[in-house]
């Protein structure tokens, strides 16, 4: 018995030791998984192959060149500079700048030369070569991508030399030109960033260069009005961010993107199909994860257990109510803000007062410059688009200037300059370094305001550059066979911050309808800047190019303003009782404009002729403009146009006289989406004009169909003062009236004081 129990023991421990040396690789490399398993979580890093994508700037893209596209340096402009911008989650491994200069023939070689700095590092010495002298030369800088940041600056430094022996700076043949044919070659990979809203808007919008931000929009279903206002209003805060570089969002329902940074609109019982597993919320969320199936691209998901959540998810995230810290945030509590009040977007400048040139800058240092010729100054102002001028209107400008003491030989001087018109120049005195100056500017041009034509009141217009421009004299000489080394020294010039320019006594008044300012103001939707006067009409929710239409212009507005459509009303597919609603409001639709707005006349008369078949002979070599006194459009197609045709319709609300209907309608899906592309801020050539403006591609043409009404609020003394300022011949009729009215009155005064004496005097014959 003891054997057998000793025979089964040594069976048991050889199984043992057989299953342990089958099963040691095995374990071993379970065991290395589990290693770099732990080791992966604990890194928290993605360890992935990166695609490398190289991008070509054309120099002529970069910020700061000439009107040209290049840059010209000389013996006064020696030093320039140009700006280029990276995005937060991209990394630049390899960069060079292939440039194309031509140096002036009359350098001399070797000791002439260009410095390449990147942002303050010296890249590259070009010695300027006796070959070069006076052609096109081309040369590779490679630039050290070590120091590449977001904003980043190339600065070139040209030192030129034409003489072995006394050297004036100012002569002309000292001068060396950057092609703008010169290109930005990068290679950049797309980081992968963690999902952190800490960063937001990185990544979904470009806050930092001029490139064109794209957004895909998701939702589950055909959004209803909830989900459509909740998409409006965060569109347009998209609009505020990006600015001036402007968004696009395409719009896909329970579809994934090929690629791309994409938002998406969820309830609890709406979810896409990449969504389903979702989990419940039980209040409004905000989450930054990543998108199923790629490398880097992110996902916003505005998350809510109803469509009104989801309203109030995006206004929370516009106004800055939520803490974004983490992958996650929660919407606890909506503060209410106030409603806007009229004219007071923050990208406007505020004509119920005095405004100060400090307030209209948006950097440090903007209001000054430095050098041997100054840069001119500029600064940007942006004005309601109705403000009233006619001729005589003045504005009062209160300018302080500094500046460093001018030669006493020549004449320097300061030019005043708005929209390149010249308004006044002033003499720098070499006595004195400041000037305190109180001017009335008078506005030219004139505005009549119940004539037929319509053109530009005066030089101003919605966007405004203020230019000032200080002029130094340059005068450098020496005696025959003496030569005195003079050094020239930097100038510095500076506008006081506070000064002020003064539009406080215009009123707000417009002939209307007018294309034109609601392209380059969103006018009159903007004349609240929460849009809370504003209800956008979308014909078919269900068709993406509509919502795509809806989405850019409301981020269109939102850039042109400065502020989101946080009241912005927004009905897909209305009933006529819904319509009858809107009477206090203004109308931006979108597709069919729908029959409740189409009962009257004039409505008629323009839907009529700009009906989604107009065609206005885009094969013209000469461009057809606006033309007031052309009352109907002849030409029209039968057929749809294979490229899409949109157009811009205005005209008088049926609703309510002192509110306006703006359509954006077209033939096709194709035509919408043209549309659509157009109201990208600064990505298109078109502009509209007038009552109605065709869209084909980018090219555009506008007329004038039906009636005009006005909207603002002129007091009837100024209506006919400015009657009278703008009809000088009536003007002179009226005063002979009024003199031949005068003299009869006076003379029959006089004829009755003649007879009382008369009459006295018979009186007392007879007693």
């Known amino acids: 018995m003891f054997k057998i129990k000793q025979l089964l023991c040594i069976v048991l421990v050889a199984g043992s030791v057989l299953q342990a040396a089958f099963s040691a690789p095995a374990a071993e490399k379970n065991a290395k998984a589990l290693t770099d398993t732990i080791k992966t979580e604990q890194s928290g890093n993605r360890v992935e192959n990166i695609t490398t994508v190289l991008q070509h700037i054309p120099f002529a893209n970069l910020e700061w060149v000439d009107e040209t596209g290049g840059l010209s340096l000389s013996g006064t402009v020696p030093r320039r500079d140009v700006r280029f911008t990276i995005k937060r989650d991209e990394i630049v491994t390899k960069s060079e700048l292939q440039l194309f200069y031509t140096p002036s023939p009359s350098l001399i070689p070797v000791r002439s030369q260009l410095n390449i700095y990147l942002n303050g590092v010296l890249q590259k010495s070009i010695p300027i ?20 940041r977001d904003q980043n600056q190339i600065h070139f430094e040209f ?54 931000s794209v957004l895909s929009v998701i939702f589950a279903e055909t959004p209803d009005n909830n989900t459509l206002k909740a998409a409006s209003v965060f ?84 106004q800055g109510n939520v803490l974004f810290n983490g992958p996650l945030s929660m919407v606890l509590e909506l503060l209410e803000t106030q409603k806007r009040k009229p004219y007071d977007a923050p990208r406007w400048i505020d004509t119920s007062k005095k405004v100060t040139f400090g307030s209209l800058t948006f950097y440090d240092k903007q209001l000054s410059s430095q050098g041997f010729s100054p840069s001119p ?33 020549g004449l320097s001087q300061m030019r005043f300059i708005i929209n390149d018109h010249l308004i006044r120049s002033y003499p720098l005195k070499p006595e004195s370094e400041t000037s305190h100056i109180t001017e009335n500017i008078p506005l030219l041009g004139g505005l009549s305001l119940f004539n037929k034509s319509k053109i530009d009141s005066s030089f101003l217009r919605p966007q405004n550059t203020l230019t000032f421009d200080f002029k130094y004299s340059m005068i450098f000489s020496s005696k025959v066979n003496e030569c005195t080394t003079q050094l020239p020294i930097d100038n510095q010039v500076e506008i006081d911050p506070n000064s002020t320019i003064d539009f406080t006594d215009f009123y707000h008044f417009t002939k209307m309808p007018n294309l034109e300012i609601f392209w380059s103001s969103g006018y009159p939707f903007s004349i609240y800047a929460d849009l809370q006067e504003t209800a956008a009409i979308v014909n078919n929710p269900g068709d993406t190019s509509e919502l795509n239409a809806l989405f850019n212009t409301l981020a269109r507005i939102g850039s042109q303003l400065g502020f989101p459509a946080l009241n912005v009303e927004v009905l897909g597919n209305p009933s006529d009782d819904e319509i009858k609603n809107l009477s206090d409001y203004d109308l931006l639709v979108f597709g069919q404009v729908p029959l409740m707005l189409r009962e009257d006349n004039n409505a008629n008369v323009v839907l009529d002729a700009t009906q ?24 029209k197609i039968k057929q749809k146009n294979a490229s899409g045709v949109g157009a811009f319709v205005s005209f008088m609300s049926p609703l309510n006289s002192n509110k306006t209907v703006v359509a954006l309608i077209s033939d096709s899906s194709e035509g919408m989406e043209n549309i659509a592309r157009n109201m990208i801020v600064n990505h298109g050539s078109s502009q509209t004009l007038g009552s109605v403006t065709v869209i084909k591609g980018d090219t555009s043409k506008s007329f004038d169909v039906g009636e005009t009404y006005y909207i603002g609020d002129l007091p009837w003394y100024q209506r006919i003062y400015y009657i009278l300022l703008d009809n000088p ?29 008369l009459k006295m005097q018979q009186l007392r014959k007879e007693q």
């Open 129 to 148: 070569k006796k070959e070069d002298l006076g052609k096109k030369v081309s040369e590779i800088i490679e630039f050290d991508s070590h120091i590449i």
């Open 159 to 212: 030192i030129g030399h034409y003489t072995d022996y006394c050297e004036n700076p100012v002569d002309t043949t000292i001068w060396l030109n950057i092609s703008s044919q010169s290109i930005l070659n990068l290679s950049k990979q797309h980081l992968h960033i963690a999902n952190d809203l800490s960063s937001f808007p990185i990544p979904f919008f470009n806050v930092s260069n001029q490139q064109k």
């Open 235 to 318: 569109a347009s805060y998209g609009g505020v961010l990006t600015s001036w570089s402007g968004v696009d969002y395409p719009v896909f329902i329970n579809e994934l993107p090929a690629s791309g940074n994409l938002v998406v609109f969820i309830t609890n019982d709406k979810k896409p199909d990449f969504l389903k597993d979702y989990p419940n919320v039980k209040v409004p969320c905000i989450e930054m994860a990543d998108v199923p199936g790629t490398q880097a691209d992110k996902m916003l998901i505005i998350s809510a257990p109803d469509t009104k959540g989801l309203v109030d998810a995006s206004r929370a995230l516009t």
């Open 377 to 409: 100054i500029e600064v940007e102002m942006n004005l309601p688009p109705d403000l009233y001028f006619v001729n005589g209107s003045r504005v009062d400008v209160n300018l302080i200037y500094k500046y460093t003491k001018p030669m006493n030989i």
């Open 612 to 635: 989604q078949s107009i065609n206005t002979s885009f094969n013209d070599s000469v461009p057809t403009h606006f033309n007031d006194e052309k009352k109907e459009v002849t030409m």
């Open 729 to 757: 011949w009536f003007l002179m009729f009226l005063c002979l009236f009024c003199a031949v009215v005068f003299c009869i009155l006076m003379y029959r005064f006089l004829r009755h004081i003649q007879k009382s004496r």
